[in-house]
């Protein structure tokens, strides 16, 4: 180490509790700003990371080959990439799929303010990563209080050797965080660093009655959220969702499904409709629309198809049942007016009037976002809600 490594380290650090403040809009709290002046970013991530260029494809950054753009890429206010593919060496590296990351240091804060946390409380982490988020944690509560589960042994092998190294030692295991950790429970927070489709049950139940689950949310329509969750003496837990945030999905949780493997067959017949509402008014609209619809309509998801081989047809959005059992294409044929769309459904379910029905729910309630929304949590279910738990649909 050269002498001045620990000044310039100290200026990225001071920099960067910067950028996150105005991204937050204040000051962090002394003990933030001390947790991330114990924890410097660049100690938690590898050699080689995955970089978003302009056109949002990852390239891989190597440290020794790069270093300013790799230190620049530590220091700022922008999530990196660590692995690609849960492991394995991409053929292609434009087909990179990114598989583990180092989240925004602005959002890794905001959800810690979110978690209100005090000395003594004990907090379970879904998600190890890095180690940089249980580094932070550790150093707030001591390394006693913090527990934190990681699913890929590489991953979980990595965040171990960046938490020794940096004087750290929280409780890290190898395992599935949808199950939490029971040998520590209960928990008075625990926080995930991945998104989830459903609130695993294990979580609420690790969790004592006053404590608070926070974790990112996504469907099988949208991406983003996050879900602040309370949990009760019956068991149960609810809570209200805020502003976007995109994580990866837990990985027990993903699907993969795709349209022409596992949904639309040769020997389907369609039933042929019309419709006057706008594909792109459900598909391609604000954070705010695509969140407020995903939660209305459960477990649909959607494709976009640009020109399609089909004659008459510049666009096609197929909508889909997460089993695959039922599909609905809206063709635009490249009007320059459009306003009525050709409608193609198959299976038991017509699907396209859900998404119109939750479309027209969204519009008669005020054109609701994240901060209207919430979801409540029980052993034998999950209910999304429009501003009072009262107010309930069950999530499909």
Not at 336 to 360: I, K, M
Request: hydrophobic share 40%; charged share 25%.
């Amino acid at each position: 180490m050269t002498a001045h490594q620990p000044r310039v380290e100290q200026a990225s650090v001071g920099g960067l509790l910067h950028a996150v403040s105005q991204h937050l809009g204040h000051d962090l709290a002394p003990e933030w700003r001390g947790a991330a002046e114990a924890a410097p970013r660049h100690r938690f991530l590898p050699d080689r990371v995955w970089l978003s260029g302009d056109d949002e494809a990852l390239t891989p950054c190597d440290r020794v080959r790069e270093p300013d753009r790799w230190l620049a890429a530590a220091y700022g206010d922008v999530p990196v990439v660590t692995q690609v593919d849960d492991g394995r060496e991409p053929e292609d590296p434009a087909d990179a799929s990114p598989s583990s990351s180092a989240s925004a240091p602005s959002i890794v804060f905001r959800m810690l303010e979110l978690l209100e946390l005090a000395p003594g409380m004990r907090v379970l982490e879904i998600g190890a990563g890095t180690g940089y988020n249980a580094a932070l944690l550790s150093h707030r509560l001591g390394d006693a209080n913090v527990t934190t589960i990681e699913i890929d042994p590489a991953v979980a092998g990595v965040a171990r050797s960046n938490l020794k190294a940096a004087g750290f030692s929280p409780t890290l295991v190898g395992g599935d965080g949808g199950l939490g950790w029971s040998t520590r429970a209960p928990y008075d927070r625990v926080v995930a660093t991945c998104s989830v489709r459903r609130i695993p049950y294990a979580w609420v139940e690790q969790t004592r009655p006053g404590g608070v689950i926070l974790t990112p949310w996504c469907d099988d329509w949208s991406h983003g959220g996050l879900l602040r969750l309370t949990v009760g003496d019956d068991g149960t837990a609810t809570g209200r969702f805020s502003a976007d945030s995109a994580f990866m999905l837990m990985r027990t949780q993903r699907r993969d499904l795709r349209l022409f493997r596992d949904v639309v067959m040769d020997d389907h017949v369609p039933v042929e409709s019309a419709t006057g509402l706008s594909p792109w008014a459900v598909a391609d609209s604000s954070f705010e629309t695509q969140f407020a619809l995903g939660l209305r309509l459960g477990d649909l998801w959607y494709a976009w198809h640009h020109d399609p081989d089909v004659d008459g047809v510049e666009t096609r959005l197929w909508v889909a049942t997460a089993d695959g059992d039922s599909w609905a294409a809206v063709d635009w044929d490249g009007t320059r007016a459009p306003g009525r769309y050709t409608v193609w459904q198959h299976g038991p379910r017509r699907l396209w009037g859900e998404v119109e029905a939750a479309h027209r729910w969204w519009l008669d309630n005020g054109r609701p976002g994240p901060d209207r929304l919430g979801l409540t949590v029980t052993p034998d279910g999950q209910w999304a809600w429009l501003d009072d738990p009262v107010d309930a649909w069950p999530l499909g």
